[in-house]
């Protein structure tokens, strides 16, 4: 089971952006699917989005899409996030997380590795 190592979070003002990194222990399989979530208290995990190791398909949330980029660098098995015109309703934990698919899921149970996570926070 690969083990994920989620960096780059932090207080940022409304407007800026941020770049989330997912180290992985070891190289994902081509198969794999990489994925954000993310949660604040009280609610339950959402999808932000998610991408195919081998490349090819991404999939976002509507409340990210034209904000937020997912890319992954094989070599240095990494997923990034790049969050941009970040709003304070962005401010949450956010999690890196992998799935043993193909298809891309935007449901937390069908991921079976999860990151500790890594606090986002957007002020007004």
């Known amino acids: 089971q690969e083990q994920l190592v989620e960096s780059g979070g932090g207080l940022v003002q409304a407007g800026g952006s941020l770049t989330l990194s997912c180290a992985a222990s070891?190289?994902?399989?081509?198969?794999?699917?990489l994925g954000w979530f993310r949660q604040t208290p009280g609610k339950e995990r959402e999808f932000v989005a998610a991408?195919?190791?081998?490349?090819?398909?991404?999939s976002y949330a509507d409340s990210v899409k034209g904000r937020f980029s997912i890319s992954r660098v094989n070599a240095k098995n990494t997923v990034y996030l790049l969050m941009n015109s970040l709003k304070p309703e962005d401010t949450a934990v956010y999690y890196c997380?992998?799935?043993?698919?193909?298809?891309?899921?935007?449901?937390?149970?069908?991921?079976?590795?999860w990151g500790q996570g890594t606090q986002v926070t957007v002020s007004s």
């Open positions: 991408i195919r190791w081998s490349g090819g398909p991404t």
């Open positions: 070891g190289r994902p399989g081509a198969s794999y699917v």
């Open positions: 997380a992998a799935r043993r698919s193909p298809t891309i899921s935007d449901l937390p149970s069908d991921y079976y590795s």
